[in-house]
């Protein structure tokens, strides 16, 4: 009887440990390149759920990815790049399309979902320089749909109307925007430059 | 010409010339397939029309290169867009597809029906190669509310414990741009009379526009007056007293500048046969002016409001020979607020009355809409030339709690307010509440319902 119990506890201790695994596996991963680190996240998709179907129908989807830099005991992010990508997916080549939406911002199409996604992650490079080479920091990423913008850009008008004024009011706070977001582990950035050697 | 069934797909390809066969066909489609596609015009490509082509932006939207084949809505008969609308998405047939151009018409689509429906764009690959169809997708969105207990203008059969059957039938025919409607009613709840007659009415929706209207009213009722009321006149010889029949030729004519607003102005005829202190026949010719302004919002975070006004003026002068001399100005203000299930709603009114106005413009309250749990001939059985009313209601699903307060009184007269609490369950064709009358004793409950059709 005694046995059997120890075996239950085994299982469970595993499948912890198991599914502790397998998230990590699909958490974000940093490299050392250059004079700037860049995030990937090889295992998991920001364009999933709702987003995937407005793209496979045709409309485009405007993604604000924001990454934070966050040192070990600092409550603050040390860093905060935040972006906007206007993504849409070609029906007939059935490939996705990105601008960076910025003055002259790059642009690439005829992209396959991950590479849409580590296109957009590309194009936000952390200077070297805003990270310590003292402590641990992590890198989080977030991930949210800029509704709001896409709404007002579409309508083409900043007057304040009653509608406006109504939806303004009604309007759920940033922090309640559906949000997708994945982090690193602690890191040490002297140990990603000797993997960066390494490889 | 040439039809092309698919599944629930229907479309048509244009060149036709018929505008009979069209509109059987447009019948058809209305009857079978809620769907209708306008197609590419041959010969109507971006290049064929020098000035027509949109700018193309296809670093944002990569689908902006290809070129729409059809606009396809679903969800919804045909005959319930509106002509413009139809116009203006034609336009977008054989151009490079524009998702701001596109956007523009859904939120059009939406306004145009009154914001009940929920309107989504999908782009589908079309059948020829670098072409794209446009499908609107309707979605019906249903609310838990009914309309303005104030609007007038709905059919009713009300029961009202202390007062007794009201109703109304009304058959409505539409010939073309053309509304004739034929009615009976026996109807206590409104004013303070019993009316018992028939209205006719005319309508024409289009006078050169489609924002102006003309409409004429014909109304022939005979009169029964509660006893309270004969009770009250002996001690009020100010009040005009009550009448045998009434007769109402009403023509008006309303502009309709916006969706949201409507602005009407009028005359009314109406004769009464007075009863005391000899058989005579009176005259009450007034001019008339309203006001309405409805405005529906939906918010990107699901909550929904409606904001409504209205202003209504009546004064019966010499200049008309009107043997009844007054002006009766009556206001009202709605606002509900609604997300999923939850319903709160706000609804006032506020009348008053110069001059000397006979019984059937005077204001009452304590009906199936007003001071619910009181019985108006309680409240004021003449009712009165000033009244104020309100009504907070909350409603969950179909159940609803609410909260009547007001008062009705005679110029130079003290005002007392009265207060009315009940719940009830509420759908669009249907009502029922128990109501009571907030006082000391005698706390008795009204029981109302009615049926809308």
């Known amino acids: 009887m005694e046995c059997c119990r120890y075996r239950i506890l085994l299982i469970v201790v595993f499948g912890m440990l198991g599914w502790q695994a397998l998230a990590q596996s699909g958490s974000l991963v940093v490299e050392h390149r250059g004079d700037h680190l860049l995030v990937t996240t090889p295992q998991k998709h920001f364009i999933e759920g709702k987003a995937l179907e407005k793209l496979h129908n045709g409309s485009t989807v405007p993604f604000v990815l924001s990454l934070k830099v966050i040192e070990e005991n600092s409550p603050a992010p040390t860093l905060v790049l935040q972006e906007r990508f206007l993504i849409s997916f070609d029906l007939w080549e059935e490939k996705f399309s990105v601008v960076h939406a910025e003055p002259g911002g790059r642009t690439a199409s005829r992209l396959a979902l991950n590479m849409a996604e580590a296109w957009c992650l590309e194009s936000m490079p952390i200077p070297l320089q805003t990270v310590s080479e003292r402590q641990f920091f992590m890198v989080r990423l977030e991930c949210s749909i800029d509704e709001s913008s896409k709404e007002s850009g579409a309508k083409g008008s900043s007057s304040l109307t009653l509608a406006r004024l109504i939806d303004i009011f009604s309007r759920k706070r940033n922090t309640e925007l559906p949000k997708w977001e994945v982090a690193s582990g602690f890191l040490h950035l002297e140990d990603l430059k000797k993997i960066s050697k390494a490889q | 010409m040439n039809i092309l069934s698919s599944g629930t797909e229907l479309a048509i390809h244009s060149g036709m010339k018929n505008t009979n066969l069209f509109t059987i066909l447009m019948i058809l489609f209305w009857a079978s397939g809620f769907q209708f596609v306008y197609p590419q015009t041959g010969g109507q490509g971006s290049e064929g029309i020098p000035g027509k082509r949109r700018i193309v932006d296809s670093e944002v939207n990569v689908n902006e290169r290809y070129t729409v084949e059809s606009i396809t809505f679903r969800g919804i008969a045909i005959s319930k867009i509106d002509k413009n609308w139809h116009k203006n998405a ?364």
């Open chain 2, 90 to 453: 034609k336009e977008l047939v054989g151009e490079r597809y524009n998702e701001k151009a596109a956007n523009d018409l859904a939120k059009k689509l939406s306004d145009a029906l009154g914001g009940n429906y929920r309107v989504e764009i999908k782009v589908e690959k079309g059948e020829k190669p670098d072409h794209v169809k446009v499908v609107f997708q309707l979605e019906r969105i249903h609310r838990y509310f009914h309309r303005n207990a104030f609007d007038t203008d709905i059919p009713l059969v009300v029961y009202h414990s202390k007062q007794g059957f009201s109703g109304t039938l009304e058959i409505p025919i539409r010939l073309r741009h053309n509304v004739f409607t034929f009615g009976i009613v026996s109807d206590v709840d409104k004013l303070l009379e019993r009316n018992a007659g028939i209205r006719l009415r005319y309508e024409h929706r289009k006078v050169g526009t489609d924002k102006l209207r003309l409409r004429m009213d014909f109304n022939s009722y005979h009169q029964s007056f509660n006893a309270a009321i004969l009770a009250a006149l002996e001690d009020r010889p100010d009040v005009p007293g009550i009448y045998r029949t009434r007769q109402n030729f009403a023509p008006a004519l309303s502009l309709h500048p916006t969706a949201d607003l409507k602005l009407s102005t009028g005359v009314s005829f109406q004769r009464l046969q007075m009863q005391y202190p000899t058989l005579r026949t009176e005259r009450a010719y007034a001019g008339t002016a309203d006001v309405q302004f409805l405005r529906d919002i939906e918010s990107r975070s699901g909550y929904w409001h409606r904001m409504g006004a209205s202003y209504g003026l009546r004064t019966a002068t010499r200049v008309l020979d009107s043997d009844f001399v007054y002006t009766r100005h009556q206001m009202t203000g709605d606002y509900i607020l609604s997300r999923g299930k939850h319903l709160f709603g706000a609804h006032f009114f506020g009348g008053l009355i110069t001059g000397n106005a006979p019984l059937f413009e005077r204001f009452s309250l304590g009906n199936s809409a007003t001071l619910r749990g009181w019985n108006k001939f309680d409240v004021a059985p003449l009712g009165g030339n000033r009244a104020a009313h309100g009504t907070l209601e909350y409603r969950y699903s179909h159940f609803q709690l609410f909260y009547d307060f007001g008062a009705v009184w005679d110029k130079g007269m003290p005002s007392h307010a009265k207060h009315g609490l009940g719940f009830g369950l509420v759908s669009k064709h249907a009502f029922m509440t128990l109501a009571f009358p907030v006082r000391h004793r005698n706390v008795v409950p009204v029981f109302i319902m009615g049926i809308r059709y």
